[in-house]
């Protein structure tokens, strides 16, 4: 799963994606706040022998606190960062400075029983700018390499692709109503058409071969799949019968439909 800082910064949304058995790439503001490396909160207290119940929940003081990630991003020691390359831009290789570290989200963890589990911290950092630019929270294993790490975060321009496309091609501004119930309906339609070409066009056309990221799909990956029959009905109803520019997805929906096995 991958997502800009609007929807990284909140700590609800990514332990609801860990819930759903996915890992995550998210971007975060840097004001997250996180404990440093090999660190995190203080146990709860042993029990007394007086009356009352045990202790719980977790604790933090003024020695003992987090940091937020950009604090902690300038703390790193300089050998710590590392030039990456993550592709091909249209004149030359895209490259920067990053730095990749594990630790563990704190967000409100005083109201929590136990610590989260260590999670990358990766910060883009480029020679040129007085401190750093992004930052980014992710599950994958802790073996991953750097450079696996920035491919997966930089993976991201495609949404903005495909966000374009969902406009263009697939008519996610074409709508005209006044309720929210009506364009709830023809955004999860589009939404769902879309990731539908995505999946399909992966099979048949690999121009980005899964390995070049080092990503599997979940176990679970079947929940998530569009019926084919739904889809079909779909594309050549209302979106078919829409203007489109020549050799667009909608033109081409029939010459995948006829080999699919």
């Known amino acids: 799963m991958l997502a800009d800082s609007a929807y990284g910064s909140d700590t609800q949304f990514r332990e609801g994606i860990t819930e759903l058995g996915l890992l995550y790439m998210m971007g975060v ?20 022998k007086g009356p009352g ?6 604790r933090r003081d003024e020695h003992h606190a987090p940091v937020s990630v950009k604090d902690l991003a300038l703390a ?18 895209l490259r920067s400075r990053f730095a990749a570290v594990q630790v563990r989200a704190a967000h409100r963890d005083y109201k929590r029983s136990e610590p989260r589990p260590e999670e990358w911290l990766l910060i883009e950092w480029p020679r040129e700018e007085k401190e750093p630019t992004k930052y980014w929270l992710s599950t994958l294993p802790a073996r991953r390499k750097l450079r696996d790490l ?7 321009w495609i949404v903005e692709r495909d966000y374009e496309e969902l406009k263009q091609e697939l008519g996610l501004d074409h709508f005209e109503g ?29 121009l980005c071969p899964r ?12 929940r998530f799949r569009l019926p084919f029959g739904l889809a079909l009905e779909f594309f050549r109803g209302s979106i078919a019968q829409r203007r489109v520019q020549p050799l667009s997805i ?3 929906l029939d010459d995948l439909f006829v080999v699919r096995p």
């Not at 997250?32 to 029990?47: D, N, R, T, Y």
């Not at 119940?53 to 977790?58: I, V």
Request: proline content about 9%.
């Open 211 to 222: 390995r070049s990221i080092g990503l599997t799909p979940p176990q679970n990956a079947s």
């Open 250 to 252: 909608v033109i081409l």
């Open 150 to 156: 920035v491919r997966v975060a930089k993976h991201r």
């Open 76 to 93: 790193l020691p300089a050998q710590t960062w590392k030039n990456v390359s993550w592709r091909e831009g249209t004149r030359h290789k």
């Open 29 to 48: 503001k840097s004001s997250v706040s996180v404990w440093e490396p090999g660190q995190g909160p203080l146990p709860k207290l042993a029990a007394g």
């Open 178 to 206: 006044r309720g929210w119930r009506g364009f709830h309906h023809h955004a999860t339609l589009c939404i769902a058409a879309c990731g539908f070409l995505v999946a399909e066009r992966s099979r048949f056309f690999p």
């Open 53 to 58: 119940r045990p202790p719980k929940l977790l």
